[in-house]
């Protein structure tokens, strides 16, 4: 695997410690899993998600991650927001090639970057770590595609922000089961929290998971409105 190629810094890492080479401050290879996607795997946490109408809450179990961010796939690139060809057509309910008022949101977050929102452990979907499932051994972000693509353009364009971000898990890593040496492992981390999807899962399947994570606890995505 040659440097930047896919796992990227993980898998270059750990090869150097495999071969005894000298080591990057934080590689503990009994944290680090190959993935997909490759990172440190943390402790278990339960996602909560309204049920259509109404009713006690659904519970989805996830584990906290720690990986690169080019390790994850957004429906859309943080850069241009073009659709990324590896994310299946059709599953994204926010247009964000299209919308100018989705873009607009995007690049205002990460002008106002506030790490604390992204680096927690709120149990519902809308807010807190992205989550990601792996979909034909694509990690897939299902959940915070918005929040995935503010970090992208935080380590793309704002450095004091992305230097924040990378502090602010530092200092809650053992709320997630890491230590603060592993987030120094990593160029550009995110922290994840990964669930498990069903190895035949269809595309409405995907849709839904997509829709249940873009809601709040106390409102349901309205189909029509992604029209």
């Given at each position: 695997?040659?440097?930047?190629?896919?796992?990227?810094?993980?898998?270059?890492?750990?090869?150097?410690?495999?071969?005894?080479?000298?080591?990057?401050?934080?590689?503990?290879?009994?944290?680090?899993?190959?993935?997909?996607?490759?990172?440190?795997?943390?402790?278990?946490?339960?996602?909560?998600?309204?049920?259509?109408?109404?009713?006690?809450?659904?519970?989805?179990?996830?584990?906290?991650?720690?990986?690169?961010?080019?390790?994850?796939?957004?429906?859309?690139?943080?850069?241009?927001?073009?659709?990324?060809?590896?994310?299946?057509?059709?599953?994204?309910?926010?247009?964000?090639?299209?919308?100018?008022?989705?873009?607009?949101?995007?690049?205002?977050?990460?002008?106002?970057?506030?790490?604390?929102?992204?680096?927690?452990?709120?149990?519902?979907?809308?807010?807190?770590?992205?989550?990601?499932?792996?979909?034909?051994?694509?990690?897939?972000?299902?959940?915070?595609?918005?929040?995935?693509m503010t970090l992208e353009?935080?380590?793309?364009?704002?450095?004091?922000?992305?230097?924040?971000?990378?502090?602010?898990?530092?200092?809650?890593?053992?709320?997630?089961?890491?230590?603060?040496?592993?987030?120094?492992?990593?160029?550009?981390?995110?922290?994840?929290?990964?669930?498990?999807v069903p190895a035949d899962?269809?595309?409405?399947?995907?849709?839904?998971?997509?829709?249940?994570?873009?809601?709040?606890?106390?409102?349901?995505?309205?189909?029509?409105?992604?029209?």
């Amino acid at each position: 695997v040659e440097p930047g190629a896919g796992f990227g810094e993980l898998v270059d890492a750990k090869r150097r410690a495999e071969s005894g080479e000298p080591q990057a401050l934080g590689v503990h290879l009994e944290d680090w899993r190959d993935g997909p996607p490759a990172g440190f795997y943390g402790d278990e946490g339960t996602i909560y998600t309204a049920k259509p109408g109404g009713g006690c809450l659904n519970e989805t179990p996830c584990r906290y991650v720690l990986a690169g961010i080019s390790e994850v796939v957004p429906s859309h690139d943080g850069d241009d927001f073009r659709q990324r060809d590896e994310y299946p057509e059709g599953i994204q309910e926010r247009i964000y090639h299209r919308d100018k008022n989705e873009r607009l949101k995007v690049i205002e977050q990460a002008q106002c970057f506030a790490p604390e929102l992204v680096a927690n452990s709120n149990p519902d979907a809308v807010n807190g770590p992205p989550i990601v499932g792996v979909v034909g051994g694509v990690p897939l972000v299902l959940g915070g595609n918005s929040r995935t693509m503010t970090l992208e353009r935080v380590y793309d364009g704002h450095p004091e922000a992305a230097e924040a971000y990378r502090e602010t898990l530092r200092r809650e890593a053992g709320s997630f089961g890491f230590r603060p040496e592993n987030v120094d492992a990593i160029q550009r981390p995110i922290l994840i929290r990964l669930i498990e999807v069903p190895a035949d899962a269809s595309a409405q399947v995907l849709r839904d998971l997509v829709r249940r994570y873009n809601e709040s606890l106390t409102q349901e995505m309205d189909p029509a409105a992604a029209m």
